[in-house]
């Protein structure tokens, strides 16, 4: 497949033919590939990703934005692509400017790893998912240990009728392993999943001790007890944290909900909404991190912005519209899933800054509750504020010990009573960013981090 | 969509002669519109979106098992069907699958079975059939006064499927699909109340036939309802499930658990356990007109049909690719089907086994109503904040944005918060959801992937704030 760069001159050509008829059009073109594996007792799948190519053009109609999008770019699908959007400008509706202030200039970023994804040969690959799932095999009662691997190579270039020029080559790595048991017809599982911007070492840290550990804790959920529901003091793990800032939080802090009146932190940007303890950062820059881009697709380069600053709520994220409209700056969060997708203003990384508690100060401070461990989803409520999130197991906490295991739980409650309820926040030697996807619009689905670590705090347990 | 030859054909074209058999292509082309809505204005159209692609699949030996490699792309060119092929030949060997060998379908002697699968509506005038339904969703909420939208998409597709393979087949179909997202947004009442919003997203294979106005009037009563609704009150355990909760978690549990994936993994009750309540009877129809699922065959080629899955609570098929056919010695009951959360477009994702359509067989508990005057004291569930099935389990479980209370056999006032799951079937400390099933409503209706009544269920906790 061609270097996205190759098509340049032809997407230039289609901005210079819309440039007279309309104020600001652009391009995001985008070239997609990628190696996946799954290794479980049964069977072995090794492919390679799907490898896309194409190219969504964007332009000001006078009243709003009209987009067309294709994956053949080659003159003969342009050609035809161009004459659909000129079509749509020859009747275009006002002469209104589109919102904002465009990117502008040029730069180019890459993502470095210590070990390149183009060194992992195949044979590697097949060799580090085998001993992943022998180590998990090896742990008495596990029925199959599945093993996932895989790299995402994205590269997407951006112009504009402007000027501006951005080139962004992205890898990415996870690898995850699923240890299942089952008795008497029950069956139950636990994971580790790690990933990150970069190269192969992001899976390195699936050690053998950690794979054994997920076995054992598959094998004692078989005969845990039913989890207890009601309102309850519980410490989140980092990684529900972490869903607790994603989905919880963060999706109420994306302008564009704030525009539409669909948030419910609205009305409280600039207050305190809970202990000085509690700072929840979105960063796109952070180095290394599975959500991190170099410039989001409106071209503005990403960047550490700060939502809930020691509690109180003080920045939302932004596109180019929203911060017209809000007065303030875009973010570098306008992010598209892909050249298919629309854009939308969305989390990048998001997660809980570490406080100074240690693990075993906190469980002295819970004395009994519940600790919420290996989230597995969560789903936003950006207008009513409810929260909903899904953890795999947990633990009980008695006299300020983690005790027996307890099966699925779901959390639910209020943010805003979650938020004042934060007694204490772990660590910075706790804290992680877990890799995940990350929805809006109807399957918009792209990479998101969300972590953290331990958050103390009151919530709704009930089964799931 | 087109005259000339599909996409599996040009691709296949370039493959016969030299590619060792056996060897399958599967083609796509969409097209797709879209209209985005913010508050009460078209806030975008997108349009046209098209994307053309090509899926391949190869299969080698791998020691004692049949190994497949696959590669897809939306390059069409020489070079690009030469690197898949590359590709696909240099994975095949590491990829070994659970069967020994493989039967692809070759060529057919008759058509195949007839289904509806494209709105003529939607192949005419994509664009303007999804304005005219944009704005008549928007005109169901704009005449009322206590209720505004929110925001919304609605977005169509046209679709051209080939399938070519080296036994001879070459079939193509043609798939229209729609997609819906809207939210409502109820004000009014005592200051500083927030208001309700009642979001909804459904998939279908046409524009409803009667328009949806009727729906988009309810969808303001919810959202309404939303916003006066309390608390569920604590130890509630009889619990109305309608198709459109269930449609979260059936398919996708059911259509793992009873599949081929999970029979040769063990996990899959074997035939004739009892999993649910004698009243629950499920098949599978990948030839329901007009159902987002269905097509003439599957995704490799294998003629639709319905097959039987429970009969009365017990376990009596399993769904199957043409794969996990060929390791349970068993006839492909055409459930290959492709697409994933990750990729919409089936021609980049290699065929797994899925539920085509699940359909529940009604029963004779009567209309909603009546189901809560068998249930007594309740809720009837209207939305989860979604249900997070897990196949590997069966559990599930969510918030309840919106649901009703069912007191003294009748439904009334609106509830929301807290939380209901568990498992949806095997053993279990709480019961599953098919065992507990007490009642089936009399009417069964169409969501998604499901066609299935209202169910009574029994004994099935809810958690809330006491």
């Known amino acids: ?464 | 969509m087109s005259d000339g030859l599909t996409t599996a054909q040009l691709v296949a074209d370039r493959l016969r002669g030299h590619l060792p058999a056996p060897w399958e292509v599967y083609g796509e082309r969409t097209r797709r519109f879209e209209v985005h809505l913010s508050g009460d204005r078209v806030e975008m159209v997108r349009g046209p979106i098209e994307i053309a692609g090509f899926g391949l699949r190869i299969f080698r030996p791998a020691g004692d098992r049949l190994g497949i490699g696959f590669a897809s792309s939306s390059d069409l060119s020489d070079a690009s069907v030469a690197l898949a092929v590359k590709n696909a030949e240099a994975t095949a060997p590491w990829a070994r699958s659970a069967a020994a060998r493989i039967e692809l379908p070759g060529a057919r002697s008759g058509p195949g079975p007839s289904v509806e699968t494209v709105d003529p509506r939607l192949r005419a005038d994509p664009e303007e059939t999804l304005l005219g339904l944009a704005h008549e969703l928007l005109a169901g909420v704009v005449a009322r006064g206590d209720v505004r939208p929110s925001f919304g998409s609605v977005g169509g597709a046209l679709s051209e499927i080939s399938l070519v393979n080296s036994e001879g087949l070459a079939e193509r179909w043609d798939r229209s699909s729609l997609d819906l997202e809207f939210a409502v947004k109820a004000f009014g009442g005592p200051e500083g109340t927030p208001p309700g919003e009642y979001w909804v997203t459904r998939r279908y294979g046409a524009v409803p036939r009667a328009g949806v106005r009727e729906e988009v009037a309810d969808w303001c009563r919810r959202a309404a309802d939303v916003r006066r609704a309390k608390p569920p009150p604590p130890g509630v355990e009889n619990i109305l499930f309608p198709v459109g909760v269930l449609a979260d978690v059936l398919p996708t549990v059911v259509g793992y658990r009873l599949g081929g994936h999970a029979a040769v993994r063990k996990i899959a009750p074997p035939l004739g356990t009892t999993v649910a309540s004698p009243s629950v009877t499920i098949s599978d129809d990948g030839l329901l007109p007009l159902a987002h699922a269905s097509a003439p065959f599957d995704d490799e080629g294998s003629v639709h049909r319905r097959t039987p899955l429970l009969e009365a609570g017990r376990v009596v098929g399993t769904l199957t690719d043409r794969v996990h056919a060929a390791a349970l010695d068993a006839p492909s009951t055409g459930n290959g089907h492709r697409g994933s959360e990750l990729y919409r477009y089936g021609c980049f994702v290699a065929p797994g086994v899925s539920a085509s359509t699940l359909v529940v067989e009604a029963g004779s508990g009567g209309t909603d109503a009546e189901l809560a005057e068998a249930a007594g004291e309740g809720v009837w569930l209207d939305q989860l904040g979604y249900a997070f099935p897990d196949p590997t389990t069966s559990a599930f479980g969510g918030e309840i944005r919106l649901g009703y209370r069912i007191h003294q056999g009748r439904i009334g006032e609106p509830v929301r918060g807290g939380t209901i799951g568990g498992f949806t079937m095997g053993p279990a400390e709480t019961p599953p959801l098919l065992a507990s099933v007490a009642g089936l409503g009399s009417q069964a209706q169409l969501v998604g992937r499901l066609q299935a009544p209202t169910f009574l269920v029994k004994g099935f906790p809810l958690a809330t704030q006491s």
């Open chain 1, 1 to 464: 497949m061609p270097e996205i760069e190759s098509f340049e001159d032809e997407l230039a050509g289609v901005l210079r033919a819309l440039s007279p008829h309309t104020p600001y059009a652009e391009v995001m073109a985008e070239s997609l590939a990628g190696t996946g594996l799954r290794y479980d007792r049964q069977s072995r799948s090794l492919e390679y990703r799907p490898r896309l190519q194409g190219a969504v053009f964007r332009a000001w109609d006078g009243q709003g934005w009209i987009e067309a999008a294709t994956s053949q770019l080659g003159v003969e699908s342009l050609g035809p692509l161009r004459d659909s959007l000129l079509h749509r400008l020859a009747t275009r509706k006002g002469a209104a400017r589109p919102p904002g202030a465009p990117a502008e200039g040029r730069a180019e970023a890459t993502t470095r790893g210590r070990r390149p994804v183009a060194d992992w040969t195949l044979e590697a690959r097949v060799e580090l998912a085998k001993t992943l799932h022998g180590w998990g095999m090896a742990v008495p009662g596990i029925l199959n240990a599945v093993v996932n691997l895989g790299d995402f190579h994205d590269e997407r270039l951006f112009l504009s009728t402007v000027g501006a020029r951005r080139l962004q080559r992205i890898d990415r790595v996870v690898g995850s392993v699923m240890t299942v048991a089952m008795e008497n017809g029950k069956v139950e599982f636990d994971f580790e999943t790690l990933g990150g911007t970069g190269g192969v070492e992001i899976v390195e840290a699936l050690t053998e001790e950690v794979v054994r550990f997920r076995a054992q804790e598959a094998v004692a959920l078989l005969h845990a007890k039913a989890a207890p529901s009601g309102k309850m003091t519980v410490l989140l793990d980092p990684g529900t944290a972490g869903t607790f800032a994603h989905e919880s939080f963060g999706h109420g802090t994306e302008a564009d909900q704030l525009l539409r009146d669909r948030s419910y932190l609205k009305p409280l940007l600039g207050q305190q909404l809970g202990p000085e303890e509690i700072t929840i950062v979105d960063d796109g820059s952070r180095l290394g991190d599975w959500g991190s881009i170099f410039f989001d697709d409106e071209g503005f380069p990403s960047q550490r912005t700060v939502l809930v600053d020691k509690g109180r709520f003080v920045e939302v994220l932004h596109d180019r519209e929203s911060a017209e409209v809000m007065g303030r700056r875009p973010t570098g969060n306008c992010r598209r899933a892909d050249f298919l997708s629309r854009p939308f203003v969305r989390m990048t990384n998001t997660f809980v800054e570490p406080s100074d508690w240690s693990l075993e100060e906190l469980l002295e401070e819970a004395k009994d509750g519940v600790l919420l461990q290996s989230c597995t989803s969560g789903i936003e409520d950006p207008l009513g504020g409810q929260m909903q999130i899904k953890v795999k197991k947990g633990h009980r906490i008695e006299g300020g010990r983690i005790t027996e295991v307890l099966p699925s739980m779901a959390l639910s409650g209020r943010v805003l009573d979650v938020l004042r309820s934060v007694r204490g926040v772990g660590r910075a030697a706790d804290f992680l960013v877990q890799p995940g996807f990350c929805g809006k619009g109807h399957s918009d689905i792209l990479p998101a981090g969300t972590g953290g670590t331990y958050v103390l705090t009151e919530a709704i347990v009930g089964t799931a």
